[in-house]
């Protein structure tokens, strides 16, 4: 039996503003970055120290959100695979962030 994992997003008006604000772009270019996060971002289970601990504050902030991840020095908010809002990351834990997500990044390279 296969499972097929669920990568595409829905972006809500407010995240969509968000998106545009901190990435630019247009309408279609704020879909196609919440999909990269949703399928390429750093889940919880990917995290660690510090950085780990800030995502765990936002979500006893927001308990809706129940799907979390980390792409490209922010944070996206999900609640299943619909994107709520973005948040950029603060400045001490982007340097954590870009390694674990190279870390990632390298492993997926070697397994492949």
């Known amino acids: 039996m296969c499972f097929v994992v669920e990568t595409e997003s829905r972006v809500t008006t407010h995240a969509g503003k968000r ?3 901190r990435f630019g ?3 279609k270019a704020s879909q196609t970055v919440a999909d990269r996060a949703l399928s390429k971002g750093l889940g919880h289970d990917e995290l660690t120290g510090k950085l780990k601990r800030y995502i765990d504050s936002l979500w006893f902030r927001n308990r809706t959100a129940n799907n979390i991840k980390v792409y490209s020095e922010k944070v996206f ?3 299943g695979n619909v994107l709520i809002t973005v948040i950029s990351l603060p400045t001490g834990l ?3 962030a870009n390694k674990l997500f190279q870390n990632k990044n390298t492993e997926v390279e070697e397994i492949a």
């Open 77 to 79: 908010i999900f609640n």
């Open 94 to 96: 982007k340097k954590i």
């Open 19 to 21: 998106i545009r604000e």
């Open 25 to 27: 772009g247009g309408k």
